[in-house]
């Protein structure tokens, strides 16, 4: 559907800095207040929009309201921009987007939405710890390499996929910019069955 812009000061915010825009109380920000009204009578307090960039291009935006004043989590920004990152590469797939539409109306708390979106996209997402220990992982890693979730979170990232550099120069290369590095690696199913795979590595920000 058509989408006014001028509407949505917020999202034009998220797009022209390319960076999050986030409003704990819709009342006291400068920028809605235009539009405050429209929003309490549609019982929204809080918003965060986050850019969804690829190559420099904002291609959309992720866009989440809350019904009471709130601030949001730093493991809730962290999800935000991993399915950020792998909405950027799906995001020709409008599949992807139906089903999320589809299950973000039926769900209230904002870390069940960024869980939906997470374990339905198409790509493999690891949230590494800095050691490279797999802190979390969407449903697709457990369907293609045939592991648990039990069995994957933890996990050393070079025991799943194989190929990878180090994790010193993987955490030299994220943080010399914000712009992805592409990796060839291979994914090890429980199987004992290969997949080769191109991985995106970029540095999470709060």
Do not use: W
Request: hydrophobic share 40%; proline share 4%; net charge neutral.
């Amino acid at each position: 559907l058509p989408v006014t812009l001028g509407k949505y000061p917020e999202v034009v915010e998220a797009m022209v800095r390319k960076q999050p825009v986030i409003i704990e109380d819709v009342e006291k920000s400068d920028l809605m207040r235009p539009y405050v009204d429209e929003l309490l009578k549609l019982n929204f307090h809080s918003l965060l929009v986050l850019p969804i960039v690829y190559q420099e291009t904002v291609l959309g935006t992720l866009f989440l309201r809350a019904s009471r004043k709130r601030s949001f989590s730093a493991d809730e920004m962290k999800f935000c921009r991993v399915v950020a990152h792998a909405a950027a590469s799906a995001i020709k797939n409008s599949m992807l987007y139906q089903k999320l539409e589809q299950h973000a109306k039926e769900l209230e708390q904002t870390s069940d939405r960024i869980r939906v979106m997470f374990d339905h996209s198409p790509d493999i997402i690891l949230q590494l710890e800095a050691g490279g220990s797999v802190q979390e992982g969407n449903q697709t890693v457990e369907r293609l390499s045939g592991l648990a979730r039990k069995d994957i979170l933890g996990q050393q990232v070079e025991r799943l996929l194989l190929g990878l550099p180090s994790m010193e120069m993987l955490s030299q290369r994220a943080a010399e910019g914000p712009s992805p590095a592409y990796y060839q690696a291979t994914l090890a199913g429980s199987d004992r069955t290969c997949r080769d795979l191109t991985v995106t590595v970029a540095r999470l920000f709060v």
